[in-house]
Nanobody, 123 residues
Framework: QVQLVESGGGWVQAGGSLRLSCAAS????????MSWFRQAPGKEREIVAA????????YYVDSVKGRFTISRIHAENTLALQMDSLKIEDTGVYYC????????????????WGKGTQVTVSS
């Protein structure tokens, strides 16, 4: 079992920044890949960014490339998502996920989900 707890969501004006964090526990941190998904109001959940266990292989959906950065802080068993130049369309609930195995970023079928954190971007 992997437990995931997100934090860092909130309200921000368009063009601003937020940093999301996800604290992982229950299994050895380097055993699994991790990702961020989001779900906007009225839309399906989508992958945002993914990282392998080491953090040296990453994936970003096209809409966030150049604006978001995913990173793993191994000393803290934490996954982070730095979100810059936020747009109104980035609004949604952001979920942290964990996937086995950990060699490559995983963009489908996570094994574990956090409860999510709300991000609201306004004009």
């Amino acid at each position: 079992q992997v437990q995931l707890v997100e934090s860092g969501g909130g309200w921000v004006q368009a063009g601003g920044s937020l940093r999301l964090s996800c604290a992982a526990s229950g299994r050895t941190f380097k055993d699994f890949a991790m990702s961020w998904f989001r779900q906007a109001p009225g839309k399906e959940r989508e992958i945002v960014a993914a990282s392998n266990w080491r953090g040296d292989k990453t994936y970003y959906v096209d809409s966030v490339k150049g604006r978001f950065t995913i990173s793993r802080i191994h000393a803290e068993n934490t996954l982070a998502l730095q979100m810059d130049s936020l747009k109104i369309e980035d609004t949604g609930v952001y979920y942290c996920t964990a996937q086995f195995p950990g060699l490559y970023p995983q963009v489908n079928n996570p094994n574990y989900w956090g409860k999510g954190t709300q991000v609201t971007v306004s004009s």
